[in-house]
């Protein structure tokens, strides 16, 4: 027997509904409760945002190794082409070094080698780099223009 609906016919508010969906929401609150609990036992320290300071720059120097192995430290050239122990640059980083060291300061050389340089000179540039105790150093190749 089919009941006839009418629009007068008001069913009311329904509790059941709504009870269920306040434990599930409350079963949800007490499960991440121990989660949180558990996370703060482990003495874990979550990654939260850096204080910036300008003081802390380091001190880049720019190593440039040409198609035809010419070293430019800074834009100024140093060495021959064909020396393969460079002793002027190691002379120029160890300085670099020591006046970067008085003054407190991380000293980072970036090495900037021609695509088309042969990697021996990439390694010549590294082998004064330690000569000179230069430990960050960094890579780049020059753009495409």
């Not at 709504?18 to 949800?28: G, K, S």
């Not at 980083?93 to 080698?113: E, G, P, W």
Request: net charge negative; proline share 5%; aromatic share 4%.
């Amino acid at each position: 027997m089919k009941l006839p609906v009418d629009d007068s016919t008001n069913l009311g508010f329904q509790i059941a509904p709504m009870i269920d969906v306040v434990f599930v929401i409350m079963l949800f609150f007490m499960v991440m409760a121990g989660a949180v609990k558990t996370e703060r036992e482990l003495l874990t320290t979550l990654p939260g945002t850096a204080e910036s300071s300008t003081g802390d720059l380091p001190d880049e120097q720019i190593i440039s190794i040409s198609e035809s192995g010419e070293v430019l430290l800074n834009d100024e050239p140093i060495d021959s082409p064909t020396s393969s122990d460079l002793p002027q640059l190691v002379g120029a980083l160890s300085r670099l070094k020591q006046s970067s060291d008085n003054a407190h300061s991380t000293m980072l050389v970036t090495i900037a080698s021609d695509e088309n340089a042969k990697y021996s000179r990439a390694v010549d540039v590294l082998d004064a780099c330690a000569a000179a105790h230069v430990s960050n150093v960094t890579f780049t190749v020059s753009e495409v223009e």
